[in-house]
């Protein structure tokens, strides 16, 4: 799907134009032109990125093919950046889809592949009053990629949450089944971190002006952005140490459970041993035994095995193994 918008000085003038008329417009150098392709087909792509802005075809290429990194290409009269934003069509666990952005001196193009919150709250926004966003691409694309961080401050909380589940989990008494847990939400991070700090390269090779399109009044908007990526990096770096620490947590807490349960099977051997002596010992039944002749061999037998048995109880309980 195509969507197009069409400003003059700060103002909405148009809207959904005609493929023939978005070439007018790009003749037209008093105008702002914003094209944005939400999954569009093969013919869209082909008639917007190479007929009406006729974009290099590798930067088509890097466009249309999924690209795990975010990157920024500078090419001769515009940007080609690639970005990623929350996918929150996927609710099972923490997502991303990409953004691709084109940007010149008076037109901005964004493609993406499935709705995106950031891209649509900027539409709504202009839509009602345009405002100072609309004056100018950089300050577009700054607008779109600020509501994209913020988007990620959400994902992080409901990480925080999940680390705090596993944390209370390991020092509960049964922190037994959610090593899954910990694999799930150790990935999830790490993907986290893969895409923001990428993302936060990019927009500091935007921050310091190494771009002639992203004029000079911006450059702080964009040092703005870039710290507040900074900071989500920062946030995510701290949960995989906690993440470690619960994990290290769990794995003492295992060694010391399974040496507990050690202790109690050497208690309950040690409790054997007397009976085992003194039965085997009376067992073999030889002749010439004085313990056989006397009247009171079978209780004196009982009063050794109970007492070595008691003396052992109360040693190992003592040692606070039973």
């Known amino acids: 799907m195509i969507h197009s918008f069409i400003f003059s000085e700060g103002r909405l003038v148009g809207r959904d134009l005609e493929v023939e008329a978005l070439r007018l417009v790009r003749v037209d150098k008093g105008l702002l032109l914003w094209v944005d392709l939400d999954n569009p087909g093969e013919e869209e792509v082909k008639q917007i990125l190479e007929g009406v802005f006729q974009f290099h075809p590798l930067a088509i290429e890097d466009c249309v093919t999924p690209s795990s990194l975010p990157k920024v290409e500078d090419y001769d009269d515009y940007l080609f950046l690639v970005m990623h934003a929350v996918d929150f069509s996927r609710t099972e666990k923490f997502s991303t889809t990409e953004l691709d952005l ?19 709250t900027i539409i709504d926004r202009m839509t009602k009053n345009p405002g100072v966003i609309a004056r100018a691409p950089d300050r577009i694309a700054h607008s779109i990629l600020d509501l994209l961080a913020d988007n990620y401050t959400p994902v992080v909380s409901e990480l925080r949450g999940e680390l705090e589940h ?3 989990a390991v020092l509960s008494q049964t922190s ?5 847990d910990i694999l799930q939400l150790r990935g999830e991070i790490h993907h986290l971190r ?3 700090s990428p993302q936060r390269d990019v927009i500091n090779r935007l921050a310091h002006g190494e771009s002639k399109l992203v004029r000079a009044l911006m450059l702080p908007y964009f040092r703005d952005l870039r710290d507040k990526l900074l900071r989500i990096d920062e946030t995510a770096a701290s949960y995989t140490e906690q993440l470690l620490i619960s994990f290290d947590l769990f794995l003492s807490k295992s060694a010391f459970e399974a040496n507990e349960g050690i202790k109690v099977l050497t208690a309950l051997t040690a409790l054997t041993v007397p009976a085992t002596v003194v039965g085997t010992w009376y067992g073999m039944n030889f002749e010439h035994m004085p313990e056989l002749r006397s009247p009171y061999g079978y209780l004196g037998a009982w009063i050794v095995t109970l007492g070595c048995t008691a003396w052992i109880w109360r040693w190992c309980k003592r040692k606070k193994w039973i």
């Not at 084109?102 to 649509?120: A, E, I, N």
């Not at 037994?176 to 899954?180: A, D, R, S």
């Open 102 to 120: 084109f940007l010149g001196k008076d037109y901005l193009v964004t493609y993406h592949r499935t709705p995106l919150h950031s891209v649509q």
């Open 194 to 196: 893969e895409i923001i």
């Open 166 to 168: 596993i944390e209370e």
């Open 176 to 180: 037994g089944g959610f090593i899954q």
